[in-house]
């Protein structure tokens, strides 16, 4: 599980998704029927049972949450309300019926700062909520919920276990918010309310942009960058630790990469990758490639004539140093990506990895050569008087040309192979020039965007 969990809704408008309802929901939380420490362990309410049924009724995804998942193991008092906090905090329509307002008083309320409730802004003294509702209900334009969420025991060591540390934090990247959701920071309005639940403390933050023109969106790539922002911010007194332990990870796998890539070499030069199978599929590419009309290059092949390629792709892929490498590749890939999130990239056949397309246009080259070096060894031998000697070192002559097709093929994998494993290589510092611009930025107390 990534350490700070980041979800965004988007609403044409306000009264689209009743945030006036949500707005004082978090803000206020009362906790009329609060439960005590001492029942938080008792079983689930006749009360709790039946809401908590009708909900999943209603919207059955909720089912593959953790938090239902865990009220399921549990069925108490405890599990049942912040599963039916979660949903009505992730499913704000849930709240167009008093059936669900009355159960909201099951729910501790949201910590105050000043006044009667839980909501903060970036000016200091007390906010007047049923003015901030009224405003909001007004909007015309596109509205934006962010819930932000930690583990209990990441927000605890950190200090995110209070209403002022959010305030302040999001004060301090609010431009940044603002710059993700296309709002200029001048018209950007925003309030949030934190809520101290026991298991994953949580911020609401409610914006939209007050200018009478709304541009403002959030696609795929400003949700990402919102929880890097989010999650840099948060951890940035131990970012620079996790930048330090996969730079010396990927450190390792490069030592260990320079031993297989010579390995790699050596075996190319010396003819040990090839073998008959390669060398006929490469001689079957090399008839398919005479007949077909326009570029030799992969991407304008006929789709049978790309199988075959990719066929002999992944067929050298088998060969043990040749896996090893790719493998190792991987895992130096992925050192990169675990530096930003827990979601590693699917390890694919070489034949479909976009790193390594180069391969396939190689093997292409090479094959197209070799259909060329074939048509002329033939023309010549036509030209001349065959007997049986000259047949059988026709013979000969044909797999040689072959085998050459199959070794600069061989040698140009590993080409291939050294101009991406120079990516993760610490001596090319490419990767690490990032890493310490990165650990620069969280140390003198700048924000990281992807």
């Known amino acids: 599980m990534p350490g700070v969990v980041v979800k ?16 004082r929901y978090i803000a206020t939380r009362e906790g009329v029927e609060k439960i005590p420490k001492d029942q938080q362990s008792l079983p689930e309410t006749g009360h709790q049972q039946q809401f908590i049924a009708e909900i999943v009724s209603r919207n059955s995804t909720l089912k593959t949450s953790l938090e239902y998942r865990s009220y399921q193991k549990e069925k108490t008092r405890s599990s049942a309300s912040e599963f039916i906090a979660y949903a009505i905090e992730s499913n704000p ?4 019926t008093e059936e669900y307002l009355r159960y909201m008083a099951l729910r501790p309320r949201a910590e105050r700062i000043t006044g009667d409730h839980g909501l903060f802004s970036s000016k200091d003294g007390e906010i007047n909520l049923e003015e901030e ?18 583990k209990r025991e990441d927000a605890e060591r950190l200090g995110y276990s209070n209403a002022s540390k959010w305030r302040d934090m999001i004060r301090d990247n609010a431009a940044d918010i603002a710059k ?25 933050m409610i914006l939209y942009s007050t200018a009478e023109s709304d541009q403002s969106f959030i696609g795929k790539k400003g949700l990402n960058n919102l929880r890097h922002l989010f999650g840099s911010e948060i951890f940035k007194d131990e970012i ?3 930048y330090d332990r996969q730079t010396a990870v990927r450190n390792k796998l490069t030592d260990e990469m320079r031993s297989e890539f010579k390995k790699l ?24 490639l005479n007949e077909c009309k326009g570029k030799k290059q992969y991407g304008y092949l006929p789709k049978n004539v790309k199988k075959l390629v990719d066929e002999i792709v992944d067929d050298v892929s088998g060969n043990t140093t040749v896996d090893r490498l790719y493998d190792l590749w991987y895992q130096a890939k992925c050192s990169v990506f675990a530096t930003y999130t827990d979601q590693l990239p699917e390890k694919l056949p070489l034949s479909q990895e976009k790193t390594f397309k180069a391969i396939r246009n190689a093997l292409v ?35 040689r040309i072959v085998a050459g097709a199959a070794i600069r093929f061989a040698s ?38 992807m």
């Open 8 to 23: 965004c809704k988007y609403y044409k408008n306000a009264a689209s998704g009743n945030l006036g309802g949500m707005v």
């Open 93 to 96: 329509r849930l709240l167009n």
């Open 133 to 150: 509702i009224e405003k909001l209900k007004a909007h015309p334009g596109n509205v934006y919920s962010v819930i932000i969420s930690l």
């Open 180 to 204: 993700q959701h296309n709002i200029p920071m001048t018209d950007l309005c925003w309030y949030g309310a934190f809520h101290n639940e026991s298991r994953h403390p949580h911020v609401h």
């Open 240 to 242: 620079h630790e996790i």
């Open 265 to 288: 070499i050596d075996e190319a030069n010396a003819g040990k990758i090839i073998d008959h199978r390669l060398m006929d599929m490469l001689e079957e590419l090399a008839h398919r």
């Open 365 to 399: 080259y090479e094959a197209s050569r070799l259909g060329f070096e074939m048509f002329r060894a033939t023309n010549s031998s036509i030209s001349r008087k065959s007997t049986g000697s000259e047949e059988k070192r026709k013979g000969t002559d044909h797999r």
């Open 412 to 449: 140009s994998l590993a080409r291939v192979f050294y101009d991406n494993y120079k990516k993760y290589d610490p001596e090319e510092d490419d990767i690490d020039k990032q890493l310490r611009r990165e650990i620069w930025a969280v140390k003198n107390g700048q924000n990281l965007v």
